[in-house]
């Protein structure tokens, strides 16, 4: 298996995700909506687990691969949204979500070697990696829904319902990033020497974890206003951004983090 | 609302005395870095964090038993002071990120000559308005525990005490210990004893823990094959650089345009080079080189270029194929697969442990923990020498209590989710 195979079955992943957000916007019943997303959840998961194989390794070292991993998270999320809260219209954004990465991931492939060095060599590498993109496709599904609630917020009916719902994501995002950090934080006292080094990663992810907890803090209080509240989702995710690739331009991180694992 | 009314310091505090509180703390920290320059962790260490420890709980629960209808210290434990707290502390993380960062060990000298310098931004880690706030953020969590064990109880509340408690172990713990942290390297070569180390500055230090290196074997990935500018040396095409990890002969690859087949391989060779031409045989010896022969066809070649490619050794210079004028065959170094220390590891208290040492796989003896950290990459593969770290943190069991409490925490948080209805 390799990147050329993706496309095969990136398009019937993102036909049958289609399917399943279609049907969720028009019928009441979930089971057939959650069916077709767990198929096309099933597809694309096979190409990972060919890649997993034919790399020897788990494919989660470059950029490229952990687009891969949000790919297939964005409509996990949306499906456990769907099935938790009953949003009809999360399926259609997961899905439209995940089909911006995979055409991204179509468009400008990463080199692919089965290199893995040392310092990933590790049982933490898979779950800190995966829950953190996990955690990153439910918050990026919340910052859509702060877009939204800002953008329309005059002809909005029922704005709790909509507060009620970035609670929940917010929430279950944080849970995830929390463990993502803890358990980097653990792999690196195992293979750096110390659990917190202030890493320029670290350092910004630090910062996307405080910026999300201001949010669930200041929404503790009656006097919060949602508009504020969803600015401040809004500044999270630039935070988040900063931490998942933007470190990799930023001239006060260059050459410093023992973060980057992209070789060429 | 008569919210508009309220002046401010007036009570019930709010957002406002928060940031004034906040920003107060990181300006008296900001002036102490402008008399006394960064904190040095070694200055703080036992008994001197152990008393500021003690005294910090011993003020916390005084406030909470004294002064409980103390209008700031009930302020000090809800979110009027937390979220502003918090927003100055993210910005003072910002600007670390934003800011190269030195250690505490390099010379002012190599610090930018300005005045975020004499701030303590490139060193925000160790400045006094990071830790001052530091200290207010455990403030903060302390009296919000404390409070809430006030408050009736429910199920529900067993995610926020995990929370709040673990982050105050974990940050207090960091914070406190970070002290009485001890780092030193320790190089060792095959067949000797050592018990001597350098800490971060470079001063030797004899330990209480000797390593005896029995061997030392390093395990590389398979040669790869790149097709280089022979003017620049960078790997072609530079858009999206290209490369083959050779994987048994007869597999035809196509690299820039040319379909290259491994002929031969060689996994320890002498390549040896007069003015006429290179002959390459096997060396079942130390500083052997890896080589391999190919065959490079392209379109715009009148005939096949074959000949030996290797990426040399501390013994033996490295090998490139031309294919024309612009672009050559090469080989890059090796990456390395794994690095393995077998070592016996003897403490002066007696104890003595045999164990391979890996990347990742450290050993705990006593209150130390020894990693691999380095070999002498000069030799490459063929090296006789290890490099071990050795850390000791007394504090590390409060900071892992810290850090299993936020996990859990977390996992709550997951499962729980917000409490509902909080507005109606």
Redesign the interface.
């Known amino acids: 298996m390799t990147w050329d195979h993706f496309i095969f079955f990136a398009i019937p992943s993102v036909l049958l995700w289609t399917v399943a957000s279609a049907w969720a916007l028009r019928r009441p019943k979930k089971t057939l909506p959650a069916l077709f997303t767990v198929l096309g959840l099933g597809v694309f998961f096979s190409f990972i687990l060919g890649m997993w194989i034919s790399l020897e390794r788990p494919p989660l070292r470059t950029m490229g691969e952990t687009r891969l991993w949000y790919s297939f998270f964005l409509p996990v999320a949306g499906l456990i949204t769907y099935q938790r809260w009953g949003y009809k219209w999360i399926l259609s954004f997961s899905t439209i979500l995940s089909a911006v990465f995979i055409v991204v991931n179509i468009a400008k492939p990463d080199?692919h070697?089965?290199?893995?060095?040392?310092?990933l060599?590790?049982p933490w590498f898979a779950p800190h990696v995966i829950i953190y993109m996990f955690s990153y496709a439910i918050l990026g599904a919340v910052t859509l829904v702060a877009l939204y609630y800002l953008f329309r917020e005059e002809k909005l009916q029922d704005k709790?319902r909509i507060?009620?719902m970035t609670?929940?994501l917010?929430?279950?995002g944080?849970?995830?990033v929390?463990?993502g950090m803890?358990?980097g934080?653990?792999w690196a006292?195992?293979?750096?020497?110390?659990?917190?080094s202030?890493d320029?990663k670290e350092?910004?992810a630090?910062?996307t974890w405080?910026?999300y907890?201001?949010y669930?803090?200041?929404?503790?209080?009656?006097?919060s206003k949602n508009k504020t509240s969803m600015t401040i989702l809004l500044l999270a995710f630039m935070?988040l951004q900063?931490c998942w690739y933007g470190?990799n331009y930023?001239?006060?991180?260059r050459g410093?983090s023992v973060h980057t694992y992209s070789?060429? | 609302m008569n919210?508009d009314a309220r002046r401010i310091w007036e009570k019930p505090w709010s957002y406002t005395e928060g940031f004034i509180v906040a920003g107060g703390i990181a300006l008296t920290g900001l002036l102490l870095q402008l008399l006394l320059g960064n904190i040095r962790p070694a200055d703080f260490r036992s008994p001197v964090n152990t008393t500021v420890g003690a005294l910090l709980v011993a003020g916390l629960l005084c406030c909470h038993f004294l002064l409980r209808d103390n209008h700031v210290v009930r302020w000090l434990s809800g979110?009027?002071s937390?979220?502003p707290a918090?927003?100055v502390?993210?910005l003072s993380?910002?600007i670390?990120?934003?800011?190269?960062?030195f250690t505490i060990h390099e010379p002012q000298e190599h610090l930018p000559n300005n005045i975020f310098s004499r701030m303590g931004w490139y060193r925000?880690?160790t400045s006094w308005a990071f830790v001052l706030l530091c200290f207010y953020i455990l403030v903060i969590l302390g009296l919000t525990v404390l409070r809430k064990t006030r408050k009736s109880q429910s199920w529900r509340l067993i995610g926020f005490y995990l929370n709040h408690l673990g982050l105050f172990f974990a940050l207090g713990g960091?914070l406190l210990g970070s002290g009485d942290?001890q780092?030193y390297t320790m190089t060792v070569v095959e067949g000797n004893t050592e018990w001597r180390a350098h800490d971060a500055l470079g001063n030797l230090k004899e330990l209480p823990v000797a390593i005896e290196l029995d061997t030392f074997i390093i395990e590389e990935?398979p040669p790869?094959l790149v097709v280089i500018d022979n003017r620049t040396g960078k790997?072609l095409p530079v858009n999206?650089?290209?490369?083959y990890?050779f994987e048994g002969l007869g597999k035809p690859t196509q690299l820039n345009g040319n379909t290259i087949e491994v002929l031969e391989y060689i996994p320890q060779a002498a390549v040896v080079r007069d003015s006429a031409f290179t002959s390459v045989v096997p060396m079942l010896m130390d500083g052997a080189a890896t080589a391999l022969k190919v065959r490079v066809t392209n379109p715009s070649l009148k005939a096949p270029v074959e000949g030996w490619v290797s990426n040399g050794s501390y013994l033996f210079p490295y090998q490139v194929l031309y294919i024309d004028e612009t672009s050559s065959v090469a080989m890059p170094v090796q990456?390395?697969?794994?690095?393995t220390s077998q070592v016996t590891v003897f403490t002066e208290a007696g104890h003595r442990k045999k164990a391979n040492i890996?990347?990742?796989?450290?050993l705990s003896i006593e209150d130390w923990?020894i990693?691999q950290y380095s070999y002498d990459e000069k030799m490459g593969k063929y090296s006789k020498t290890s490099v071990f770290?050795l850390?000791r943190?007394p504090w590390?069991p409060v900071?892992y209590t810290g850090?299993f409490m936020?996990?859990a925490?977390?996992?709550f948080?997951?499962i729980a989710?917000?409490k509902?209805n909080?507005?109606s």
């Open positions: 080199i070697n089965k290199v893995l060095m040392p310092a060599q590790s709790e507060m009620d609670d929940n917010v929430y279950v944080v849970a995830f929390t463990m803890l358990m934080a653990i006292k195992e293979a750096w020497g110390h659990y917190w202030w320029p350092t910004w630090a910062a405080l910026g907890l201001v669930i803090h200041y929404r503790l209080l009656k006097t935070l900063v470190v930023l001239p006060s991180a410093r070789v060429r | 919210k979110a009027r937390t979220v918090m927003l502390v993210l993380i910002v670390l990120g934003l800011t190269p960062q925000m880690t960091g942290m780092r990935y790869k790997i999206r650089p290209g490369s990890m990456e390395v697969k794994k690095y890996e990347v990742n796989k450290p923990i990693y770290e850390v943190d590390l900071v850090i936020l996990l925490g977390a996992l948080l997951f989710g917000p509902k909080r507005k």
